[in-house]
C-alpha cells in the first residue's frame, strides 16, 4: 500500500504497510543511510530523526503516525560538500570512534540546540542522555555539541 | 598450531616486535626464508602490500580492519610518510580476502605492530625501488636524487612523478625488510593528528556501514532462535509463516530456523510469527548465578604456572594480605546489532561482514558449508564497534546459510537486539584469588590464582566450527576446544604477571575446559579483570604496609618507562602523598603496562560515592600513556579515553544476567551501560617516545580504569568492593 511521507522536505511515497516503523522506509525505500537501527525499542537513540522539529525515534513510529509531519534526517541537515555546523563540530573534534551512535546525537543535539541555542555543559548532557554510546566518544560529543552552538551564535 | 612456536619476538628493524598472538591463520610461517619484521613474515611480496598507480596514487592494501579505533587512517599515514606522498594520494584496501594480505584477526592491540611495520619497511623499499628507477633513467645516483609529494627531482631540475614509473616499477618481489624506513626526526605525516578518513561519511548519511550495504534484489533474513542454549527445535508452522506477506524463503535444517522476505518488517514479522509457533525441547541448565563463581571453579581445569620465582621463604614480622576478587560475563554490547549480507551465485559466495578476520572467517564458513575457501568470498565492511569477537561472524553464516535459499539474491541479516544479548559470546566471569605479604614497605610474596573460562574462541580454530548457527544444523558442528594463549598475549591470564620486581611469585591460570556460558574475546581478554586484581591487591598491600599507594608502585617498578608514566598521572591529577578521603569522595590509582609488551597506561580517578542510593559516580579522571612512537596523538587521546569510559561502563554497569534457564539480559534495560550525564571527564597526557616502537594502545585503559575505580572507592569510604560490577547493590552491601 502506498503511503506518503514528507522527508526533507520532498514528498516521497513508499510501497509499505501502515504499520511499517518509520526507520524501515526511510533506510530501506528511500535509501537514507543515517538513522540506525540500534534496537528497536526506543531505548538507544541510534534512529532519530526529527518529526516537526521533535526528535522522535524512528524505529518505534509506526508510518501511520507520521503522515503529513515534516520529517527530517541527517541527510536533511547538511551534506559533505556543505555542512551543517553541528556536523563540521563532530568532524572538527573527531567526535566519534565506530561511529555508529553518531546519527542519534548529532539529530538530538539539533533538536536540543533548536530548543536551547546556549546550553551549558550539563544541559548538553542531559540532553543527549538518552542517546548510547558504546565507544566511549561522549566527552568530544559534548565537546563538538557546545562548539556548534558557539559557531552558530556566530552566524 | 603449538602455541610455542608463536612467541618469538624480532626486533631486527628497531620497530617490528612480531607479537602473534594464538594465531589461528592458515598461512604456514615460512620456516626457511628470513624472519621479516611485522606481518612481512607471513606475506613477504611487495606487492601484497603496495601498489603504484599510473595516476601518481599509491594503494595501500591492509589485512586489518576498521573497527572504529581509526586504524587505516594511521595506516595510511605510515605508508604515506614513507613513500613521501600525501595522504590525500593513498588509497586503502582492507580486509578482502579476494585482495589483501591475510593477517588474521584484527585483535589485541596489534595493528600498529604488524601491519604498521610491514607497510613501514614496505614503503620505503617501494620509495627506494622509484628512486633506483629514476635513477637509471637520468643517468645518475640514486642519492643525488630528491622526491617531494611522489615527485622525485635529480639535481638538474629534471623530474619524473611515481605515476610515470608505475608501469617499470616491479613489486612482485619478495620484500628484503632491509631498506632502513625514515628516521622519526623526519616525518611530516606519522606523529600528527590527521582527521579520520571515515568521520566525513557518519556525520552525513553516507554508506558506512554493512548495515547500510543495499544489493540490487536484495532480501532480508532473520533466524528463529531458540530460547536458550542447545535447545532442540521440534515442531512450527511452516504453511502459516510460509503464506505471510513478502516471505520469500523458509530455511529450516535441524534446528536452525530462518526466514527471507521482500521486506525487513516482513521478515520480522515473519520470524516473530515463527518463533511463537516453534516448539523446543529445552537445553541444559545454566549454572545457578548465586552461586556461579564457585560452580565455575568446580569445573575441570587446565592449569599452568606462567610464572614461579622462587626466593628465600617470607621474611619474618611480614604481614601477610589475602583477598579474592570476581568479575561477571560481560557483552559486547556493539550499539548496533551484528549484521552482514551474503551472495550464492553460481557456486560462488560472496560475503560482505565486519567480522574481525575474513581469512579465519571463510575458513570456517567453508567448513561449516562443506565449501571449499576459493568460493567463498569475504569482503570487511564496517560495523558497529565491536570490542572484540561478537556477533559478526555468526551472523555472516545466517547470511549464507539463507542465501542457499534464494536463488541467487543477496540476503542482508541483522541481529535483532535481545538477539545480539543473548547470542554473542561474553568475556568470561572469572575469579582471582591472590595472597601476598610485604615487610619494611616492600612486597615480600606474591601468588597469584586465575579462573576463567576460554577468551579465544573465534572462528579459524583447526579443531572446531566456532560458529554459531553451525551448532543447530542437521549435520551439527562442535566449537572448538577451551584455548590458551601463552606469552606474551596470553588470554584468561593476560596481565596475570605482574611487571612489577618481586623477589617472589607464583602466579596460575586455570583455564576452565566448559562453556556453560558462551564465551571468547571481548577487548582486553583477561586485562581486564587480572588488573582489577593485580592493582587492587597493590593498594590493599601498600595500604598493610603503611605507604602511599602511588609511592608503593613507584617503589616496585624496575623500567624508567613505568616510573614516568606513574609520575605522569601522579602530576597531573596533583596526587598528594598519603591523601584520604572523606567517607563520600576519594580517589585511586590503576596502573599497567598492557600485555606486559605494549603500551603502559596509568589512571586516576576521583569518585563520588551517595551513601543513600548506593551509586557511584566519577566526576573526573586523569591518564597517561607511553605508547612508544605516537603515529596520530589525537588518535591515541580518543583510544585511551574511549577505553577509560568504556572501562567505566563495565566496572559501575555491566553483568550478563541469566537464570537457569537461559539469559535474561535481553536489552538496554535488562544489560545498562553508562551514559552520557555519568561520564567523566578526562584528561590525557601523552609521553610520546619518537624513539622507541609504537605500541599498541587500543586496549590500554580498560584495566587501569577498574582498578582506579575500585581503589578511589576505598580511599574513599574505608571499604573494598572485590566483586563487579559496583552497583548500587553491592555498594550498599559494602558501606553497610
Ligand atoms: S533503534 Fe530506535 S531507539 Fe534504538
Ligand atoms: S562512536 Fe561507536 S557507538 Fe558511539
Known sequence: ?155 | MNASHLTRRDFTAGIGGIVLAFSLTPAALTQQAPRLPGSLQTNRMLSAWLAINADGTATVFTGKVELGQGILTALAQIAAEELDLPLSRVRIISGDTGRTPNEGQTAGSQSVENSGTALRLAGAEVRAILLDLAAKKFGVGADTLKVADGVITAADGRKVGYGDLAKEADLKREATGKVAPKPTAQHRIVGQSIPRVDLAAKVTGGAAFVQDLRLPGMVHGRVARPPQYGAQLESFDEAKVRAMPGVVALVRDGSFLAVAAEREEQAIKAVEALSASAKWKAGPALPDPARLYEQLKALPTQDTTISNKEAPLLASGAKVVEATYHRPYQAHAALGPSCAVAQLRDGQLTVWSHTQGVFPLRATMARALGMKPPSIRCIHMEGAGCYGHNGADDVALDAALIARATNGRPVRVQWMRAEEFMWEPYGPAMTMQAKGAVADGRIVDWNYDVWSQSHNMRPGDPDGINLLSSWYLADAKTPGPARQAGPPNYAGDRNAIPTYDLPRQRITHHLIKDNPLRTSALRTLGGYANVFAVESFMDELAAAAGVDPVAFRLAHVKDPREKAVIEAVAKAANWKPGEKGDGVRGRGIGYSRYKTVAAYNAVIVEVEVDRTSGRIKIPRAWTSVDAGLIISPDGLINQIEGGLIQSASWTLHEAVRFDRSGITSRDWASYPIMTMPDVPKVETVLLNRPNDRPLGAGEASQGPTVAAIANAFAAATGRRLRELPFDPARVKAALA
Open chain 1, 1 to 155: 500500500m502506498a503511503v506518503s511521507l514528507k522527508v526533507n522536505g520532498a514528498t516521497r511515497s513508499v510501497n509499505a504497510e501502515p504499520d511499517t516503523p518509520l526507520l524501515y522506509a526511510l533506510r530501506n525505500d528511500l535509501e537514507l543511510n543515517a538513522a540506525k537501527f540500534g534496537c528497536g525499542l526506543s531505548q538507544c537513540g541510534a534512529c532519530t530523526v526529527l518529526v516537526d522539529g521533535v526528535p522522535t525515534r524512528s524505529c518505534a513510529t509506526p508510518l501511520s503516525r507520521v503522515g503529513q509531519s515534516e520529517v527530517i534526517t541527517l541527510e536533511g541537515l547538511g551534506t559533505t560538500a556543505k555542512l551543517h555546523p553541528l556536523q563540521q563540530a563532530f568532524i572538527d573534534e573527531q567526535a566519534g570512534q565506530c561511529g555508529y551512535c553518531l546519527n542519534g546525537m548529532i539529530m538530538a543535539a539539533k533538536a536540543l540546540l533548536d530548543k536551547n541555542p546556549r546550553p551549558t555543559e550539563a544541559q548538553v548532557r542531559d540532553g543527549l542522555a538518552g542517546n548510547l554510546c558504546r565507544c566511549g566518544s561522549h566527552n568530544r560529543i559534548v565537546r563538538a555539541v557546545l562548539r556548534a552552538a558557539q559557531t552558530n551564535g556566530r552566524i
